[in-house]
């Protein structure tokens, strides 16, 4: 089994709490994670593993032993369940582990019943510190970071990904309440790719799909939910410029991307005229999946002025501010350090880290010109 590194943050929170919520997308990894700490195992989408819990439900909420209950979103009823057993014996921690591949935005019973009670905390596909041979850490970029993806076995790519976009739009996403025909789904998950790093723009993709911008922003909700996008909210700090207020919004596996946009080889890739944004799409979900694996509380931001200057990633944590620009380029310039520096002056930013795919790094103080692969190995310590 593949070494995650959220697995001690997750022993970690069963030991401090009576249940945990681990979440994320689809086919990440969730129950192969799960069913290694051992424990009672059902799967909620079954109506046969449904009955099962209910038949054994008495004797599991009197055991010691962990109760691992996959895709829990299925079964509305389990959680009141849930909270009168929590209840019954709540000094009692590491009792239930809840999988869900919907966000707690859309697991409404999570907030309504749970509240209190669970902890939640969310798992990416395999970033790139978790892969142990050099050829599957060059493949993650093209292929994503599902285990069943490509990254670990490359024939895979692009196949996997349109299997699972196809079955995300026709069965999951409908069945989690997206009102949008699988058609339109797929129209959006298209425009979507084309749109990969770019302020969104919901007037704009409503009238290219004969839709409301309301509906879209709607739909929108659900794709973020699901785990296969991400809205990188605007920096609103005021430094005497006018700030563009729109969100950008990023496919958060580089591998459906690609697929949706019809690469299937690295070179197919960097020839592409979207390969930029792809980089710095993978840069910022490597980025905040590091942190979102050791535990670190964090909020993420985008920023840009209306006269076009951005950074690519602000992150603010622990009560400081930090700026990323990213550059796929292996010849990082002066200029380009003294950009980031100077509008990290502007926003009070301690450190500053130009991401880029240099062989070579270079510090001074906080701030970092460096490759992807180095500036995972050092952040978690700063």
């Known amino acids: 089994m593949q070494t995650r590194a959220i697995s001690p943050l997750l022993r970690q929170r069963l030991a401090a709490y009576p249940a945990v919520a681990l979440v994320g997308p689809r086919q990440c990894g969730k129950t192969t994670l799960a069913r290694a700490l051992g424990g009672a195992y059902f799967d909620l989408e079954q109506p046969a593993e449904r009955l099962r819990l209910d038949v054994e439900w008495d004797r599991l909420a009197k055991a010691r032993e962990l109760v691992v209950l996959d895709e829990a979103h299925a079964w509305p009823e389990v959680f009141p369940r849930l909270r009168g057993a929590i209840d019954a014996k709540r000094k009692r921690n590491g009792r239930y582990l809840l999988l869900g591949s919907v966000s707690p935005a859309l697991m409404m019973q999570v907030s309504e019943s749970l509240a209190g009670r669970l902890s939640i905390i969310e798992l990416t596909p395999l970033l790139q510190g978790e892969l142990i041979k050099a050829a599957q850490r060059d493949r993650l970029w093209l292929c994503g970071g599902f285990p069943d993806g490509g990254v670990l076995t490359p024939a895979r790519f692009p196949q996997w990904q349109q299997d699972y976009l196809a079955l995300m739009t026709q069965r999951d996403l409908p069945a989690w309440g997206l009102p949008a025909k ?82 299937a080889t ?57 700026a990323f620009e990213i550059k796929l380029t292996t010849a990082p310039s002066p200029h380009d350090l003294a950009s980031l520096n100077k509008l990290a002056d502007a926003l009070g930013a301690r450190r500053r880290v130009l991401v880029t795919q240099a062989a070579a790094h270079v510090q001074g103080g906080t701030t970092l010109s460096c490759n992807l692969a180095h500036l995972l190995q050092v952040m978690p310590s700063w």
């Not at 939910?225 to 958060?252: C, D, E, M």
């Not at 694996?293 to 951005?310: M, N, P, V």
């Open 182 to 263: 699988p058609q339109v789904t797929q129209r959006l998950l298209h425009m979507l790719a084309t749109l990969h790093g770019q302020p969104w723009n919901a007037s704009l993709v409503a009238k290219g799909l004969g839709l409301t911008y309301h509906t879209v922003n709607g739909y929108l909700d659900f794709l973020e939910g699901s785990y296969l996008l991400r809205r990188l909210p605007p920096w609103t700090a005021n430094i005497g410029k006018r700030i563009t207020k729109a969100p950008k919004v990023y496919w958060r596996d580089s591998g459906l991307l690609h697929a949706t946009l019809g690469i």
């Open 266 to 322: 690295r070179e197919n890739l960097l020839r592409h005229p979207r390969v930029g944004a792809s980089w710095e799409g993978f840069v910022i979900e490597q980025v905040l999946g590091c942190l979102t694996s050791r535990g670190k509380a964090h909020r993420a931001f985008s920023f840009r002025t209306s006269d076009q200057h951005e950074l690519d990633l602000l992150i603010e944590t622990a009560g400081e501010l930090w």
